[in-house]
């Protein structure tokens, strides 16, 4: 009797271990490994949206050329045109306006980043990215007095408070401009199942974006709104947080 219970005791434990044995196994597999191709979208629960998952708006993939290195690739397009008319051209003081607007935009991340072993589900990581990017706009406006063709910039009508209200004012707005800058990146992966992730990312990083010079010309009176023209650069260094979490899954 003693001999059936040890054998029913023994036979008991190998299948526990054997099925533990296959739970690591399976919870071992469930991380991106080498050829997997994983890409993802920002999911913000307090707002209750899914977007594209960076500061740029980009869509973004990541190819893991080894289990624990992948490569990054980030790519956002950008592109408007707008077309407004308004106005009451009948009578003897008639007038009628419009407002052409166009702008394409173009961002590219590329990087790298080197993956830690955590544990069975988490994967932390470090990685760094370069960032280009560049934008052309063109504006033509047109009014009984003139017409007004813009490249590189737009003119935007600016509301101003004051102590007898409000008043409005056109200013010369460049918004063409060329990109470059480069991050320092951290995150992890968390994979809730196989292939399937969430996870946050922070970066700190160097940008620099240099606005091309507005031009201007002008048929007919001319409104004097090309005395505003100048040339613009902006640098920034710091730290950000991506806007919520990172859902993803890799294929």
Known sequence: MKRILSAILLLGAARIAYAQTSLDKDIEGVKSRKGSFVT???FNPFKGNLSLNNAL??????YFVQDDLALRLG????VLDSAANYGYPYGTNGY?????KKSTGF?????IEKHF???????PYIGFDLSIGSKSSKQELSTSAYTMNLKNAWMEVIYQQTNNGYYSSMQLVPNAYT???????AGFDFYVSKGLFVGYEFNLGYLQTKYK???ITVTGTDPGYGSYISENKTKTFKSSLVNGLRVGYAF
Do not use: C, H, M
């Open 40 to 42: 993802e979208l920002n």
């Open 57 to 62: 708006n980009q869509i973004k993939g990541r």
């Open 75 to 78: 790519i956002g397009i950008n």
């Open 96 to 100: 009628f306006n419009s407002n052409t």
């Open 107 to 111: 961002d590219l991340n590329i990087g």
């Open 117 to 123: 072993k955590g544990s069975s589900r988490l994967s």
């Open 179 to 185: 990109r470059f800058g480069a991050y320092a990146v």
């Open 213 to 215: 010079k507005p031009d």
